[in-house]
C-alpha cells in the first residue's frame, strides 16, 4: 500500500504538467542537543552534536484560483560526533495541500499534509517508519508579520521489539505523539527576520538511563539500548512536553538563507520524572 | 503681398506647433529623503491650471520574469492598457485591490488577451496571488507631464507649455498623502525650474521571499 502511494507520488513528481512549479528544498546545518538521552539524572543526561542535511525535491502545483498541492520525495540525515548509533539516513515522500480563503497576501490560509519516511539507523534498534499528518492555518498580519498554528500527529514504528522483561512490551521506540503549536514570523529589516514559537506535546517519550526503578514503574515499554552504553535501558514514558523556540534568519538573497535558532524542551511524565532540553542549532536554507 | 502674408503665417505657426519646445520650460525635480539619500523610483506630476488634450494612451506592458514584476513602478498617463505577460513558466494571479483600479487575472501562464485599461488616477499596487512576495506599482497620471526618478533621484519634466503647474510627488513608501507633497510653478519662457522634495519614508517591509528552517513560504 505504501510502495503502491510512493510510486504514486514518483509518477506525479515526474509527469504533473506545465503549470507545475519545481520544488528543491535543501538545509544542511549543525544541531546540539543538551538531553539526547531524555534523562532526568545528571549521570543519565548525554548531550551531543549532529550534522543534518535535508532534501526535498517534487512539485507544487496550483490546483485552483486558491488551492494548490505540493508533492515531495524527501531525504535527510544525520551523524552524531559522540553517539554514533543515532546516525540516520531518512527516505519519505510527503503530500500537502493548501487552500486560501480569498484574494492577497492577508488572506488567512490553510493547510493539510501527510508523509511517511523510512528510517536507517546506525545502530538498528531504531530502525521503523515515521508517519505524519499536519493540519495548518495561518494568516499575514502585515508585511513582516505572519503567524500560524498547527496540529501535528506523528506515529514513529520501529521494527525490533526487544524485551527485557517478561510481560513488558520492548517497543521503546514504537511512539505516538499529538502536538499543537504556534509560531509567528516578524521581519526585522528586509533580511533579518525573527521567528518565535510554542508547541505542546502529549505522547509518548523514549528516555534512555541506567536502570531506574521510577522510570520502570511508569514507563510501558522496556529494551535495552546500547547506543549510549552496554547499560543502558530504553524506557518508553507517556510525557507532556513544551517546546519554546526562538529562531533568526538572515536572507543571502532570494534563495538562501542562514539560520540560527534554540529550543527548550521541558517535558513532565508521571512519577515526577521531568526531562529538560536545550536544543541549539544553524543552518543552511536553499529553496529552488 | 500675398507672399509676405503665407510667410508671415508660417512663422506664426511655426511658433505655435512646430517649433513649440523651444518655448517650453521644464521642470527639474529632486527628491531626496530625510537623510538626504537620492530617493529613486519616485513619480514626479506636473498638473497645468489650463487642462490640455491628452495624447492617445500607447499599449505599455508589465512582465513577470523570475517570479518577480518588472518594472516594479511603471508611472502611464490616464487611460493607459497595461498587459501583464508572464514569462515564467509556473502560474502567475495577478490581481489589485486599489482604488484607482482593482483587478483580477486568475492563473494564467503567457498573455492575456485583454490589457488592463487604467481609467482612474492614482497609484495602484499590484500582487500575485500565488507568489506572496510579488510586488508593482502602477501610478496613473492625470497629467500628460511625469517623470520618474532616476538612482540619483533627479527627474526631468521636458517640454511643458508656459504657465500655472501644481507639481506633486508620490514614492510607494512616502509617509505624507500626495496631495500634501503639491508645490504651485509658474514656468515662463525657456528656463528650467527647479522643484525638491525631501520625503520621509517607511522602512522597506515588503514581503520576504527567501525561505527560512522553519519554512513560512508559499508552498
Known sequence: ?288 | MCMRFEVVRALIALALFGAGPAFASEVVASVRDDSDAPVAEAVVVAVPEVPVKLPAPRLESIVQETKEFKPFVKAVLIGTPIEFPNRDDVLHHVYSFSPARSFELKAYSGTPPVPIVFDRPGPVAIGCNIHDWMLAYVYVSESPYFAMTGADGHARLADLPPGKYSVRVWHARMVVHEPETAQPVVLAGTSATEVVWNLKLKRDSRIRRTPTRSGGGYR
Open chain 1, 1 to 288: 500500500m505504501l510502495k503502491r502511494a510512493i510510486t504514486c507520488l514518483l509518477w506525479f513528481v515526474v509527469s504533473s504538467g506545465a503549470s507545475a512549479e519545481d520544488v528543491l528544498d535543501m538545509q544542511a546545518g549543525a544541531l546540539y542537543d543538551s538531553n539526547l538521552s531524555r534523562a532526568q539524572l545528571h549521570y543519565d543526561i548525554k548531550s551531543d552534536t549532529a550534522l543534518q542535511a535535508a532534501l526535498a525535491w517534487g512539485r507544487f502545483v496550483p490546483l485552483a484560483d486558491n488551492l494548490s498541492l505540493r508533492a515531495t520525495l524527501e531525504a535527510g540525515g544525520e551523524a552524531y560526533t559522540r553517539y554514533s548509533g543515532l546516525n540516520n539516513l531518512a527516505l519519505g515522500a510527503s503530500l500537502g495541500m493548501r487552500r486560501k480563503f480569498g484574494l492577497g497576501a492577508f488572506a488567512p490560509w490553510a493547510s493539510g499534509s501527510a508523509s511517511a519516511a523510512r528510517l536507517e539507523y546506525q545502530n538498528s534498534i531504531r530502525d521503523g517508519w515515521r508517519y505524519e499528518l499536519g493540519l495548518g492555518a495561518g494568516k499575514r498580519l502585515t508585511e513582516s508579520w505572519d503567524a500560524e498554528a498547527n496540529f501535528r500527529y506523528q506515529h514513529r514504528t520501529a521494527d525490533k521489539e526487544l524485551a527485557v522483561v517478561p510481560g513488558i512490551s520492548g517497543a521503546v521506540f514504537d511512539l505516538q505523539s499529538h502536538e499543537v503549536g504556534l509560531k509567528s514570523e516578524y521581519g526585522l529589516t528586509d533580511r533579518v527576520s525573527l521567528a518565535v514559537g510554542f508547541d505542546f506535546r502529549r505522547g509518548d517519550v523514549a528516555s534512555t538511563t541506567l536502570r531506574n526503578f521510577t522510570i520502570f514503574t511508569n514507563s510501558d515499554a522496556i529494551a535495552l539500548d546500547p547506543v549510549f552504553g552496554p547499560n543502558a535501558v530504553g524506557y518508553r514514558i507517556f510525557a507532556l512536553t513544551r517546546v519554546w523556540r526562538v529562531g533568526t534568519s538572515y536572507a543571502l538573497g532570494t534563495a538562501n538563507s542562514i539560520n540560527v535558532g534554540a529550543e527548550r524542551w521541558i517535558s513532565r511524565a508521571r512519577g515526577g520524572l521531568d526531562y529538560y532540553n536545550t536544543l541549539v542549532g544553524a543552518s543552511y536554507v536553499h529553496a529552488l
